[in-house]
């Protein structure tokens, strides 16, 4: 087949799953050209990730589609719970509360200590989720969406990177970009063809997943007394079963270790305990993984997203840390192509990104240990009416009440990862132990600058803008003229915001406070710094 014309534009984004998605629409609002190509025709519906954490909600409320996503995804005031059952028709052995949407909002509402993220997580399942970004993603005039095109090679020289790909009718096409970005998922092609290795542990344990629809499981919950509802249910037996609510309420994914795909069925019954009319609508096998990428790229081609790092679902790092990864690259491009941002700019995104992979791939491996540390105290006698029985029972629970926590309670991870040794971010040597169950609020360069409210309820956070931002807190009356002069003379978007409220000058604890367009911090001090000139070219990698 004759190939068609080849296409230019500025950043190819390949792979339209969450974090390509995400890319493309971040790379569009900032006016940048972007071609975003995925191989499928369109999304599919098949179940993979449902919860949005509190740092990707507030990700996506800076790019003004929170609330989108909330009206798509899970009602706001369905219980969060998590519980270990023998069957749905039985007492759980453990209930774990969370809150729900609603009620977390109440908390962070009631909250301004800085340790609470200024968006509650979010139950929406991907396949929700994928079309709602792609209908963004093709309404922005910048960003051009190609469904049903496989990227296969790419070639790079000093001035551009090309990608040769094939139409859905076999016809080849080429796209010339300045830069290309993998978001091309676990079996990354962009990945292979840069030659990078992913190391790790692969293939730890090979489960089939299912997708049912079943109307009226959620209004009969069959457990305890109440209702019992919640988001997941663990089963404790020998199969490491685990049946999921998704964002409709109406349809449930179900994990196990099991022979044949058809076994899912009698699985599911067998779990929910008590008859209900049902569809089993997929079946298919998947492999957990604990891997990083060696390189986040090379010359002008990068990756982010599973392609970098995959993970085990358990804490739910997968997508989200790859949200981070897109928003971490997103302006570093930008920046690149307006010609405001240095040489060091594009490559902090290895240096900044690389370490948070490898931390959450830490966290994903310490979250399932704790999952297998209580599966492990199953015995055959589970549901045996004898004092053995009623022993393995308490066991497992009392262990389960320790270990599953760390799969559900990861506000460390998710909200306190801080870009050390970063060529962007002025060095504060030593800093806050990066923890996976705490967050500790800290203006720490590289942290992510706390959540705080302002004397009017609303939040400091929706007030910084798309760029630098110098903070003025505590009613300073320093002199910062000759930095902001100085960062206006890097050419990068820049503003001044003055605070008097007490809250973030208390929480942050420092007068001036700089932070870049992601919000993480870059310098913070009491007075103005001895040379802005050097620091304004640091920050926006004008240093090579
Ligand atoms: C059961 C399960 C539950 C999970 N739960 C969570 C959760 O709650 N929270 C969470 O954060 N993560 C979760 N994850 C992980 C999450 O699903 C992944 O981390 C996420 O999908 C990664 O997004 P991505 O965009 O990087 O890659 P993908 O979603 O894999 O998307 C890659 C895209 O690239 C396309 N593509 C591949 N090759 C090519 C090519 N050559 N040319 C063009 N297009 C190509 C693919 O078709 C695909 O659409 C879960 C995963 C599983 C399996």
Redesign the pocket.
């Known amino acids: 087949m004759p190939e068609r014309g080849a296409e230019q534009t500025d950043v190819l984004v390949?792979?339209?799953?969450?974090?390509?998605?995400t890319l493309a629409i971040d790379l569009g609002r900032r006016g940048v050209r972007c071609t975003l190509?995925?191989?499928?025709p369109a999304?599919e519906f098949l179940?993979?990730?449902?919860?949005?954490?509190a740092r990707?909600m507030e990700i996506f409320r800076r790019m003004g589609l929170a609330a989108r996503i909330r009206a798509a995804g899970l009602p706001a005031d369905v219980p969060m719970d998590v519980f270990v059952i023998l069957a749905m028709n039985e007492p759980p052995l453990l209930r774990l509360p969370y809150p729900s949407v609603s009620e977390a909002r109440a908390q962070i509402a009631a909250c301004n200590d800085g340790s609470m993220p200024l968006e509650p997580y979010q139950l929406i399942s991907?396949y929700t989720l994928?079309p709602l970004l792609k209908a963004e993603a093709e309404a922005l005039p910048s960003v051009a969406v190609r469904y049903g095109?496989?990227?296969?090679s790419l070639s790079q020289d000093a001035d551009a990177a090309v990608a040769s790909?094939r139409e859905a009718d076999g016809a080849p096409r080429e796209i010339r970009a300045r830069y290309i970005v993998g978001?091309?998922?676990?079996?990354?092609?962009?990945r292979k063809q840069l030659g990078i290795p992913l190391r790790g542990e692969g293939n730890l344990l090979r489960l089939h997943?299912a997708l049912y629809h079943c109307p009226s499981l959620f209004d009969r919950i069959p457990i305890g007394d109440g209702p019992g509802r919640g988001r997941h249910y663990h089963v404790a037996d020998g199969q490491a079963t685990f049946l999921?609510m998704q964002d409709s309420t109406r349809h449930w994914?179900l994990?196990a270790v099991v022979e044949r795909p058809e076994d899912m069925a009698a699985q599911f019954e067998r779990t929910v305990g008590v008859p209900v009319d049902y569809q089993m609508l997929y079946v298919g096998a998947?492999k957990q993984n604990l891997l990083l990428a060696d390189r986040y790229g090379a010359g002008r081609v990068f990756l982010?997203?599973?392609?970098a790092h995959?993970?085990i679902?358990t804490g739910?790092?997968?997508?989200?840390?790859?949200?981070g990864d897109a928003i971490d690259l997103s302006w570093k491009l930008h920046a690149t192509l307006r010609g405001w941002g240095g040489p060091s700019l594009l490559p902090s995104y290895e240096v900044e990104r690389r370490q948070v992979g490898d931390r959450n791939v830490g966290a994903s491996r310490y979250a399932s240990l704790g999952r297998r540390k209580w599966r492990g105290q199953y015995r055959p006698d589970i549901r045996d009416a004898t004092a053995e029985g009623q022993a393995t029972r308490d066991a497992l629970a009392a262990t389960a009440n320790v270990e599953q926590r760390k799969t559900n309670e990861m506000i460390g991870a998710e909200l306190g990862y801080r870009y050390v040794g970063s060529p962007i971010v002025v060095d504060e040597p030593g800093g806050p132990e990066h923890l996976f169950r705490e967050y500790m609020p800290t203006t720490w360069p590289g942290a992510r600058l706390p959540h705080v409210w302002l004397d009017d309820r609303t939040a400091l956070h929706d007030r910084i803008g798309d760029g630098y931002t110098l903070l003025r807190l505590g009613r300073t009356k320093t002199d910062t003229s000759c930095l902001e002069r100085a960062m206006r003379e890097t050419g990068a978007p820049f503003g001044v915001l003055t605070i008097d409220d007490r809250a973030p000058r208390d929480v942050y604890g420092y007068d001036l406070i700089m932070v870049r367009p992601d919000l993480h911090v870059v310098w913070r001090g009491q007075k103005a710094p001895d040379d802005p000139q050097a620091l304004a070219a640091m920050v926006t990698g004008q240093c090579p």
């Open positions: 390949v792979g339209a799953g969450p974090v390509g998605l190509v995925e191989q499928k999304p179940p993979k990730m449902e919860r949005c954490n990707t991907q994928e095109w496989t990227f296969e790909l978001c091309d998922g676990g079996g990354s092609a962009v997943q999921i994914t994990h998947w982010a997203g599973d392609s995959l993970v679902p739910g790092l997968g997508m989200n840390t790859g949200v």
